[in-house]
Nanobody
Framework: QVQLVESGGGLVQPGGSLRLSCAASGSIFSIYAMGWYRQAPGKQRELVAAITSGGITNYAESVKGRFTISRDNAKNTVYLQMNSLKPEDTAVYYC?????????????WGQGTQVTVSS
């Protein structure tokens, strides 16, 4: 069994910063892509940023230049540094990892962490 645990969400003023973390644990052989998604009330879940096992990244247009995704393979952890936050960044943020175990390759999701940008 694999579990993803997120941390780092909270309330921040516009222009502020937050750093999200997501750590995977369990019977992990390797992890391919890691990513962050978000879902605002009344909207569909959308990709925010992703990073491959080789370190190639891609970002949603709305966060380019403000957010940075990174990963620590030794810790099975992915990070999302969010700077210059805007009210429209308010959402529940979810991490996702493509995890290889001894029996299968599967997408695992974190439980979600609330990010609220408000003055």
């Amino acid at each position: 069994q694999v579990q993803l645990v997120e941390s780092g969400g909270g309330l921040v003023q516009p222009g502020g910063s937050l750093r999200l973390s997501c750590a995977a644990s369990g019977s992990i052989f390797s992890i391919y892509a890691m990513g962050w998604y978000r879902q605002a009330p009344g909207k569909q879940r959308e990709l925010v940023a992703a990073i491959t096992s080789g370190g190639i990244t891609n970002y949603a247009e709305s966060v380019k230049g403000r957010f940075t995704i990174s990963r620590d393979n030794a810790k099975n952890t992915v990070y999302l540094q969010m700077n210059s936050l805007k009210p429209e960044d308010t959402a529940v943020y979810y991490c996702k990892m493509v995890v290889v175990t001894t029996t299968r390759t599967y997408d695992y999701w974190g439980q979600g962490t609330q990010v609220t940008v408000s003055s």
